[in-house]
C-alpha cells in the first residue's frame, strides 16, 4: 500500500516536471505536502532507521530489499522540489 501511495506521488510529480505550466508554487507545495504526510503515515517498521537498526535481522532479505525500493523513489522526488525552488 505504501509503495502505491509513493507511485502515485512520483507521478504527480512526473506530470508536473512534463508540462512547466503546472510547475507553480502552488502545485509544488502541494505534492511538499502530500510527500511529508506520506512520511508520516509510514509504520515504523517501513522506515530506514528500521533497516539501520537491530530489528532488521527479523526481516528476510525480500522485506528489507522491498523496504529499500519503498524509498528509492523519494529521493527524485526531493531533488525535483529543491530543483524547482
Known amino acids: 500500500m505504501q509503495t502505491s501511495k509513493i507511485n502515485l506521488i512520483a507521478a504527480e510529480v512526473a506530470k508536473t516536471l512534463a508540462s512547466p505550466e503546472l510547475a507553480t508554487k502552488g502545485n509544488i507545495t502541494m505534492l ?3 510527500l511529508e504526510k506520506w ?3 509510514v509504520p515504523q517498521t517501513l522506515q ?3 533497516l539501520l537498526s ?3 535481522q527479523d526481516l528476510t532479505v525480500f522485506q528489507r530489499r522491498a523496504v529499500f525500493m519503498l524509498h528509492v523513489r ?3 522526488i526531493f ?3 529543491h530543483f524547482i525552488d
Open 39 to 41: 512520511r508520516e503515515e
Open 32 to 34: 511538499t505536502m502530500k
Open 54 to 56: 537491530s530489528a532488521a
Open 48 to 50: 530506514i532507521p528500521t
Open 74 to 76: 523519494k529521493p527524485s
Open 79 to 81: 531533488l525535483y522540489h
